[in-house]
């Protein structure tokens, strides 16, 4: 089965800063990855899926990049709303596992 | 607008059985496969279940296997998750999730579960 890693567990930062969240597979997934944000008491939400495809209504300052077992999710210019934790999520036929996240708190 | 609600969440105890419900609206709800994720408190996510639209295919994850059971009623709209033989570390809160460019694109606000005597 594969493993996701998540680095770092958590990340500080001020607004306007760039932040930059990594996702490890324990083997090559090719491009099989999403990223989720999850708010404080809210549901996930996707942002981003097959490694660097923005989904609907998601602000461009959000990217993803990667492939194989290395995988990176961008955040530019950080907003005070951008606090949350942040999911990657592999996919493997019918079946998903998910990382254990990056908490990014806003300074 | 896609909405999913869920409902049936609440406490139960060991070995007890609990059923949830997922409303679902807004979308052509057989054309899209479902799913169950669940969130421990203060926990990550885990994927725990999925159902095709027709229901024909069904997978869960092996920490749940043999003891919950997915369903849908395509004609209620309505997308379950029966849960027996509960366990302490059965508790979360379990979200119901629609499947769609081939992720979990739309979400529920969740259901929770708590498994205690």
């Known amino acids: 089965e594969i493993a996701l890693t998540q680095s770092p567990a958590t990340l500080s930062l001020s607004p306007g800063e760039r932040a930059t969240l990594s996702c490890r597979a324990s083997?090559?997934?090719?491009?099989?990855v999403a990223w989720y944000q999850q708010k404080r008491g809210q549901a996930p939400r996707l942002l981003i899926y097959d490694a660097s495809n923005r989904a609907p209504g998601i602000p461009a300052r959000f990217s993803g990049s990667g492939s194989g077992t290395d995988f990176t999710l961008t955040i530019n210019s950080l907003e005070p709303e951008d606090l949350a934790v942040y999911y990657c999520q592999h996919r493997n036929g019918y079946r998903r596992t998910f990382g254990p996240g990056t908490k990014v708190d806003i300074k | 607008e896609v909405q999913l609600v869920e409902s049936g969440g609440g406490l139960v105890q060991p070995g007890g059985s609990l059923r949830l419900s997922c409303a679902a609206s807004g979308f052509t709800f057989s054309n899209y496969e479902m799913n169950w994720v669940r969130q421990a408190p203060g926990k990550g996510l885990e994927w725990v279940s999925y159902?095709?639209?027709?229901?024909?295919?069904?997978y869960y994850a092996d920490s749940v296997e043999g003891r919950f059971t997915i369903a849908r009623d395509n004609a209620r709209n309505s997308l379950y998750l029966q849960m027996n033989s509960l366990r302490a570390e059965d508790t979360a809160v379990y979200y119901c999730?629609?499947?769609?460019?081939?992720?979990?694109?739309?979400w529920g606000q969740g259901t929770l579960v708590t498994v205690s005597s």
């Open positions: 159902i095709s639209g027709s229901g024909s295919s069904i």
């Open positions: 999730a629609r499947r769609d460019l081939a992720w979990e694109l739309n």
């Open positions: 083997q090559s997934v090719r491009s099989y």
